[in-house]
Structures are given as C-alpha cells and as structure tokens.
C-alpha cells in the first residue's frame, strides 16, 4: 500500500496518483465502475510507447494500441 502522504498527495493532482503503481490501481478501479477504465488503460500504454526506442518495438505496440483502443469495435474501444 502506499504511504499516507503519497495518498494525501493524489488529491491534489492527477499527475501525483498515475507516478504512484498504487495509486493507477486504485483509479483504475475507481474508472471501472464508471465503467471508462479503458482511458486509463489507453493512456498508460501511451505513455509506455513514449518510452520505446526500437523502430521494430514501436510498430508492434502501435499496432496493439491500435486493435486493442482504436480500431472500430476494438475490445477497450476509446
């Protein structure tokens, strides 16, 4: 769990909750029962496409951010 101050720091910022594990699993959870977790979800693995630098890795997670988020009827259609 996190630590009381890291908590009380989610309330002042997003930015605050997504930097903490802890705290995007509890947003997650939170966004799942307003049934919209999947602009969490969309968002984190864009992040961790900003973070690739191979050209082969890049087009795979494109392609999976695209048919998992994007694509008509994908699954977590954002």
């Given amino acids: 769990m996190a630590p ?15 930097e ?6 509890v947003f997650e ?3 799942r029962t307003e049934y919209s977790e999947e602009n969490l979800l969309f968002w984190l693995a864009c992040e961790d ?5 191979s050209g082969i890795e890049m087009t795979s997670a494109a392609k999976r951010i ?6 008509v009827d994908a699954p977590r259609q954002v």
């Fill in 4 to 18: 009381v101050d890291d908590v009380m720091a989610w309330g002042e910022s997003l930015d605050h909750l997504l």
């Fill in 20 to 25: 903490c594990k802890t705290g995007q699993l």
């Fill in 29 to 31: 959870d939170f966004l």
């Fill in 49 to 53: 496409y900003k973070k690739i630098t």
């Fill in 66 to 71: 695209y048919t998992e988020f994007v694509q």
